[in-house]
């Protein structure tokens, strides 16, 4: 779901968190998605960004970019998980350099860390 934006240096992107108070291990995430989600010593799932695992535990400080090709395959995963502690936010992100945004065919965009809710946008028009 990452699209280039009417808007130069912005991106719509998809991000997920995992709230380890109500994981219960089972590791269907996992399962679904590998290279996003992986269960740790403790037993519990986290999101992992750029192959190390996010490890706020509990909260949205935890929050990962989800690459364009495993957005579905981390939506299938919240569906399936019994906990029902896969949170995704999907907004955008600003700042962007124009040359990264990407095509609107479908072309690829590297977001920089920044997000900003869509709702924002509404408010500067």
Same mark, same amino acid.
């Given at each position: 779901m990452r699209?280039?934006?009417p808007l130069a240096g912005s991106v719509a992107a998809v991000r997920v968190w995992i709230d380890q108070d109500l994981c219960t291990g089972d590791g269907l995430c996992v399962d679904h998605c590998h290279d996003v989600f992986t269960l740790?010593?403790?037993g519990i799932a986290y999101v992992v960004q750029d192959?190390?695992?996010?490890? #706020?535990p509990g909260g949205s400080g935890s929050l990962a970019m989800v690459e364009p090709r495993y957005e579905q395959s981390v939506i299938d995963a919240a569906l399936a998980c019994p906990g029902e502690c896969i949170f995704i936010e999907v907004g955008r992100v600003y700042d962007v350099?124009?040359?990264l945004v990407g095509d609107p065919a479908g072309g690829s965009a590297t977001p920089s860390s920044r997000?900003? #809710?869509d709702d924002d946008d509404e408010a500067a028009a």
């Open positions: 699209h280039a934006s740790l010593e403790d192959g190390a695992p996010m490890n #706020d350099p124009s040359s997000p900003v #809710d």
